[in-house]
């Protein structure tokens, strides 16, 4: 513990860290607050950034992006009602409302005191619980890991958007792209179509900035001629004692469920923000408020998205499965960086681990300064037009693919998953479970093949592993758990 | 499982069968495709030690469930069709032509100068109408990535007419 300890401490004496986290926070809280730049797409398009970085600072980067973008996107949700990332989405519902009452100060602080809060216990928590996992996570064998990634792909039946089975679709999309290249104990190639460049299958990034960043600009597109109608405002206002005496209980609750939303294998900010603001306004004694200027909403919301970040941590590090969209893109950077996530990252760079930690822990604190004092700042970047920063982010794009490993090919790879994006969005299919698919799908088969070698090819035996049953056993209520339940409530009423 | 969707509201428009099953039709012929191609692949010899599974078998393993999965949509489509989807826009058709002149200015002159004129383009056809302001982002972006990713990041570009003339 003294060691975790000192680790994280250490980020304080590395000045160059503490710069990178501060350049980071400022933005990520850019990133934030222009709409459709969410935290996925910006930690994807910053990944190749990373590239000649120090491992931590690397990993340090992307999380903070991801903790400050996931906070930054407040400040529009509550200024113009366009949330700047989906998990902000919830937000807008009393954000909006309190600001055009004339309180957006106020709403602005409730939201980034709740934020703060919510980031600073998960990643408490993130200390605490991953260690902890990873001790049981040692013990786990191929039928254990199969079983559990199973429950992790399981789980995006029910992320927001898309719907269970549009979702599940893209999930098995993700999974197959994930067969392409050679086979991994047999090396049969597989898909390749005869391009050798494939052979080590496709690589995740430039498949990711072309789901996230490049099929966001054709979305993008529709809005050019959008005009939005701007809130002034003049300072950000800390919580009165009165706001604190009312919103104290909601934000522990919100902590505690974005945490253990965030935790769970493909879930995100954007579900706990959801969870978080519906349970602020089942246990609220003003529901009437909600949707009117609520501060309870607000801080229900926001407390939880950011919970969630420190919380979808703990699978992506301790069992290389993401805990959400962005986590995906910084469980990659962890592979491209040569940490190996998984349970033995927490024996061998224990070190590495808690730095990581503990510039999580300083990425909330500023930007919580930064959400006090330069709200109103931020508020106005979010106003740049998009027919400029879109073609901005299409040049990041392609030259962030093509660096990563000097190949043309990535290159058109971001193209045709922005092509592919953009028509699976259309249709109402998400892309977070295609990106989660990909990166879960040769854990399954590797591991299913591992198992099948074990039990000398009898599948069925995976299911006499205690925990390889009860994780395929939750993977079962994940998938068909939701519609038992309405099907028994319908029954008793 | 629930079955969420984007079901239109009584009143709202509907778009004819053909259209509403499109999607489903498509992925079905991709997920046959893709066992078709399956089937195509080499059979691995038998394992020295232990029994697993054909390189085969996973992929087709995947392609019955999306079937399975499509078969479900189909369903949720029929019960409740979903809304008609708003246009593909002017920009949007524009930017997809972009890409493609990006590709083409890529392979046959040079990636820097296809970024440039990709972004000068994508600004007009966004709705930029100073001129100059386009040029400059179309410039300066490029430009300024240029330098970061060859001198901090040690990056070499793909050749080109201006690479060639800059790396010599």
């Not at chain 1, 998960?122 to 990873?134: D, E, H, K, N, R």
């Not at chain 1, 009437?288 to 969630?308: D, M, Q, V, Y």
Request: proline share 5%; glycine share 10%.
């Amino acid at each position: 513990m003294i060691e975790a300890l000192q680790a994280m401490g250490s980020v304080m004496l590395d000045p160059y860290l503490i710069f990178l986290i501060l350049a980071t926070t400022v933005l990520g809280v850019i990133i934030g607050v222009l709409p459709g730049l969410g935290a996925t797409t910006g930690a994807a398009l910053l990944l190749p950034f990373t590239l000649t970085m120090e491992p931590v600072h690397a990993i340090a980067v992307l999380a903070t992006i991801y903790v400050s973008a996931t906070f930054a996107g407040s400040i529009t949700a509550i200024l113009i009602n366009t949330p700047g990332t989906s998990a902000a989405a919830a937000t807008t519902f009393d954000g909006y409302p309190l600001a055009q009452r004339g309180e957006a100060g106020r709403a602005l602080g409730i939201a980034v005191v709740s934020s703060t809060i919510g980031g600073v216990f998960s990643v408490i928590v993130l200390c605490i619980a991953a260690p902890m996992l990873a001790r049981v996570a040692y013990e786990f064998r191929p039928p254990e890991y199969f079983a559990l990634t199973l429950f992790g792909l399981s789980m995006l039946a029910t992320i927001s958007a898309g719907g269970t089975i549009r979702n599940l679709m893209g999930g098995v999309f993700g999974v197959w792209l994930a067969t392409i290249g050679a086979e991994p104990t047999t090396g049969i190639e597989r898909f390749m179509f005869g391009n050798y460049e494939l052979y080590e299958g496709l690589a995740f990034v430039p498949v990711f900035i072309g789901l996230f960043a490049m099929s966001e600009l054709l979305v993008q597109s529709r809005r050019v001629n959008e005009v939005v109608d701007a809130i002034g405002l003049k300072a950000v206002k800390l919580p009165s004692r009165e706001d604190y005496k009312r919103i104290w209980k909601t934000v522990l609750r919100s902590c505690g469920i974005g945490t253990f939303i965030g935790v769970l294998p493909a879930e995100g900010a954007t579900v706990a923000s959801m969870i978080g603001y519906a349970e602020a306004k089942r246990w609220s004694k003003h529901k009437e408020e909600f949707g009117k200027g609520s501060i309870e909403g607000i801080a229900g919301a926001e407390a939880a998205n950011n919970a969630a970040t420190g919380g979808a941590m703990v699978p992506t590090m301790v069992l290389g499965i993401p805990g959400s969209g962005t986590t995906a893109v910084i469980l990659v950077g962890l592979m491209v960086h040569g940490l190996r996530p998984g349970p033995y990252l927490f024996t061998e760079q224990v070190d590495k681990v808690y730095q990581i930690f503990g510039a999580m822990l300083l990425a909330n604190l500023m930007f919580m300064v930064m959400g006090l004092y330069a709200a109103k700042l931020f508020a106005r970047i979010s106003l740049v037009p998009l027919q400029i920063l879109w073609p901005i982010v299409f040049a990041l794009a392609v030259i962030g693919a093509y660096a990563l490993s000097s190949s043309l090919l990535d290159v058109w790879i971001v193209l045709i998953f922005g092509v592919v994006g953009f028509l699976a969005r259309r249709h109402g299919f998400a892309v977070a479970p295609i990106a989660v698919g990909l990166i879960l799908g040769e854990m399954v088969e590797t591991n299913f093949q591992n198992s099948l070698k074990m039990f000398d090819g009898e599948w069925w035996l995976i299911l006499t592993q205690p925990l390889a049953a009860m994780f395929l056993v939750f993977a079962f209520m994940g998938l068909f758990g939701p519609a038992i339940l309405s099907k028994i409530s319908k029954k008793s009423t | 499982m629930s079955t969420q969707g984007d079901g239109a509201s009584p009143g709202e428009h509907r778009p004819p069968a053909a259209r509403v099953f499109l999607v489903p039709a498509i992925i079905t012929v991709f997920s046959f495709a893709v066992i078709w191609a399956a089937l195509q692949l080499e059979i691995s010899p038998p394992m020295i030690v232990g029994d697993s599974m054909q390189p085969r078998a996973f992929p087709m393993f995947l392609m019955l469930i999306n079937l399975g999965l499509t078969g479900f949509l189909a369903f949720q489509y029929v019960k409740s069709p979903p809304k008609s989807k708003q246009r593909i826009g002017i920009p949007a058709w524009g930017s997809l032509g972009l890409f493609v002149i990006f590709y083409g200015v890529t392979v046959y002159v040079d990636m820097m100068i296809a970024i440039a004129v990709v972004m000068f383009a994508m600004c007009l056809l966004w709705g930029e109408r100073r001129v100059h302001v386009a040029g400059a982002v179309a410039l300066a972006t490029p430009i300024t990535i240029f330098f970061l990713f060859d001198l901090v990041l040690r990056v070499r570009f793909p050749r080109g007419l201006l690479t060639n003339w800059y790396y010599g």
